[in-house]
């Protein structure tokens, strides 16, 4: 052999050893594709968050990394897309704090009612070392936090009445979220709670099975639930905040690299989210009023004082928290 094919050899031999090496290498150098889940339609502000994040994945790996969003509840209600993200099967799942809190109970102490003075001290709590350290307690139940979104307040609707004041709730069937706080919220100031599936809750309201829900303008409008609910009654029981979580068992596949990019795209997805929210919130607000819904907002003070026994009931559970987050500044 000429002392050039020789070399044109070797260099052939290097260059297939090389890539050898490239296929071998751990999980980085793989395709993957993600499943992510939303109960929400394309359009909303979670599930558009969702899509940012997806973009963000795949131009961060290259196009190495899918990430598929379902939404609009097509992996399941949000306690189904819970237990199977504990499981694997979902990869990344965005959902309110409050179902999440029948598996992780410190989640709930973001459903006690006005826990929060505002959306500020909300973000504050939640961008601190309160929300991290929740978020990382997701780890104890299959879960890995990768970022909050906005969700704004939540308030009663029904087909009955304006709630000018708690009495008003008397004896009315609310549907709750599947979260032992939100049942417990609704009892105590006297309504009868209905725990159901969000996708369950238009036609429940249509045949009367309930009279009424509780939720954020932009789900009260995105939902049409307002077409059957025309009473919107803006106490603003809750600011329960939406979480963007990934399996503990796709985590566990990701290399450390890959892990990052999620992390990175999340953030990045969760100040795009919350520019949505105001968005829509505002435009949901002037679709519902102008579709004839009859609005009012209560004077809160009556609704702080008639879910105080809710405090002493979770005092031994939720109190010590409850008065750091008070303590955020
Ligand atoms: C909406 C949340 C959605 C909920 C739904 C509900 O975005 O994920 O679970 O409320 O009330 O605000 O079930």
């Keep these: 052999m000429s002392r050039a094919g020789a070399v044109l050899q070797a260099g052939v031999f290097i260059a297939m050893l090389a ?70 099967v979902i990869d990344v799942n965005r959902v309110s704090c409050a179902p999440l809190s029948e598996f992780l109970e410190e989640m709930g102490v973001f459903s006690m009612p006005y826990v929060f003075r505002d959306g500020e001290h909300q973000w504050k709590t939640l961008d601190g070392e309160i929300g991290r350290r929740l978020a990382e307690k997701l780890s104890e139940v299959g879960m890995v936090g990768l970022a909050y979104y906005d969700s704004g307040a939540r308030s009663f609707y029904n087909t009955r009445r304006p709630v000018a004041a708690p009495a008003d709730l008397k004896g009315l069937k609310i549907r709750t979220q599947k979260s ?5 919220l609704v009892e105590t100031l006297g309504g009868s709670a209905t725990p159901m599936a969000f996708e369950e809750v238009y036609s429940a309201l249509q045949t009367g099975v309930i009279d009424g829900a509780e939720n954020n303008p932009p789900s009260y409008e995105s939902t049409r639930h307002y077409e059957a609910a025309k009473f919107y009654s803006l106490d603003e029981h809750t600011r329960i905040p939406e979480i963007v979580a990934a399996s503990a068992i796709t985590w566990e596949r990701l290399s450390p690299a890959d892990r990052e990019i999620l992390r990175r795209a999340a953030k990045e997805s969760e100040a795009v989210q919350k520019r949505l929210w105001k968005k829509y919130e505002a435009d949901a607000m002037k679709k519902v009023a102008a579709a004839g819904c009859r609005i009012n907002a209560p004077p809160k003070d009556a609704f702080r004082k008639a879910v105080e026994p809710l405090y002493k009931k979770y005092e031994a559970k939720y109190g010590e928290l409850i008065r750091e987050i008070q303590a955020v500044r």
Excluded at 31 to 48: C, F, M, N
């Design 19 to 88: 890539a050898t090496a490239l296929l071998c290498l751990p999980s980085s150098g793989e395709k993957k594709i993600l499943r992510a889940a939303d109960d929400h339609p394309a359009g909303y502000p979670t599930t558009e968050g969702l899509f940012y994040m997806a973009r963000r994945v795949s131009e961060l790996s290259g196009g190495r990394i899918t990430m598929q969003v379902y939404p609009g509840a097509q992996l399941g209600s949000e306690k189904e897309t819970l237990e199977n993200t504990r499981m694997g």
């Design 180 to 184: 032992k706080v939100m049942i417990e």
